[in-house]
Nanobody, 116 residues
Framework: QVQLVESGGGHAQTGGSLRLSCSGPESISAVAAMGWFRQAPGKQRELVAVVNIGGTTRYSDAVKDRFAVSVVNGKNTVNLQMNNLTPSDTAVYYC??????????WGQGIQVTVSS
């Protein structure tokens, strides 16, 4: 069983910031993409931000200009800096690592709650 370890999250006020971190074991090789998804109550899981094998990034429209995803070169580590938070960002955030083979891994999910 592979477990991606997530940290950060918690509570923030509107306009505040939080930083999420995630790391996977070295046994996960040939990584194609790393990033973050989130799922709010009653909604489907959606992409937040992802870094692909070429180093390019993609963000959902909802978080553009507010969130920034980054990776540690050569390591299975991905971070998410979240700025200018709003209550609509409240969700469980899941770290994601996908291999070139098509196999993928998820973190256990970490709660982010933003209050006004």
């Amino acid at each position: 069983q592979v477990q991606l370890v997530e940290s950060g999250g918690g509570h923030a006020q509107t306009g505040g910031s939080l930083r999420l971190s995630c790391s996977g074991p070295e046994s996960i090789s040939a990584v194609a993409a790393m990033g973050w998804f989130r799922q709010a109550p009653g909604k489907q899981r959606e992409l937040v931000a992802v870094v692909n094998i070429g180093g390019t990034t993609r963000y959902s429209d909802a978080v553009k200009d507010r969130f920034a995803v980054s990776v540690v070169n050569g390591k299975n580590t991905v971070n998410l800096q979240m700025n200018n938070l709003t209550p609509s960002d409240t969700a469980v955030y899941y770290c994601y690592i996908g291999r070139l083979s098509g196999r993928y891994y998820w973190g256990q999910g970490i709660q982010v709650t933003v209050s006004s």
